[in-house]
């Protein structure tokens, strides 16, 4: 099973609202990834996590804040975000070869 | 991590091989090439990897040159289920293989 699953599918917010991304995977993978996509341009990352403990922070605004409970789950919390951050958010998973699963996404509105 | 070079776009008729190119000339001896695809509103698919043999699994082969100073994704039998945009993306053991940067890609069209 290499599925990385992720909630909502959809997401609507207000700028002054705050909410939380969800991401799961069931590999045994230690390794968990944030990306961000915006319409016809390619996946950017944001975070990754090693081992439950975050290793690389791509500059993100600290109005997005993740967090990995532990090696199953990863979530990304929202609050005071702005109409730019419209987008479609993805997880991924790292497996043994440094592959990595993808989620199907969060599309995410700001309004 | 070397940049990598992808057509912006390629056709391909249904049922035929479908050979998406990648240009990595800057490609050093311990960055591996790594190719995914993504179908429209869905997340990134992985799809095979190599360092300077070729590769195939039950998705596709990877051809990389002697040189590897360039690589060849081979899809044997295109469907209309393949259309998508393909990135060929060069990691680095020096970012510990963590990070992974997306080009623009190429986009395939499958035609009946």
């Known amino acids: 099973d290499t599925e990385v699953t992720q909630t909502p599918k959809h997401l609507v917010m207000g700028m002054t609202n705050k909410k939380s991304l969800k991401c799961e995977q069931h590999?045994?993978?230690?390794?968990m990834y944030w990306y961000k996509q915006k319409a016809k341009k390619p996946p950017e990352l944001m975070f990754v996590?090693?081992?439950?403990?975050?290793?690389i922070n791509e500059s993100v605004p600290s109005r997005f804040s993740p967090e990995c409970p532990n090696s199953s789950l990863l979530n990304l919390h929202l609050h005071a975000l702005q109409p730019e951050d419209s987008a479609l958010y993805l997880c991924?998973?790292?497996?043994?070869?440094?592959?990595?699963?993808f989620g199907p996404g969060t599309r995410l509105t700001v309004t | 991590d070397a940049k990598t070079t992808q057509p912006p776009s390629m056709d391909c008729a249904e049922g035929r091989a479908a050979n998406l190119p990648c240009n990595h000339s800057?490609?050093?001896?311990?960055?591996?090439v790594y190719w995914y695809r993504q179908i429209h509103s869905q997340g990134p698919q992985y799809i095979i990897h190599?360092?300077?043999n070729n590769e195939t699994n039950e998705m596709a082969s990877l051809i990389i040159t002697e040189d590897r100073k360039s690589s060849t994704l081979i899809l044997p039998h295109a469907t209309l289920r393949d259309t998508a945009v393909y990135y060929c993306?060069?990691?680095?053991?020096?970012?510990?293989?963590?990070?992974?940067?997306f080009g623009t890609g190429t986009r395939l069209l499958v035609s009946p």
């Open positions: 993306i060069v990691r680095s053991l020096n970012t510990g293989f963590q990070k992974l940067v």
């Open positions: 190599g360092l300077k």
């Open positions: 996590y090693s081992y439950e403990k975050l290793s």
């Open positions: 991924a998973s790292r497996g043994s070869s440094y592959e990595q699963y």
């Open positions: 800057t490609i050093s001896g311990n960055e591996y």
């Open positions: 590999m045994g993978h230690r390794a």
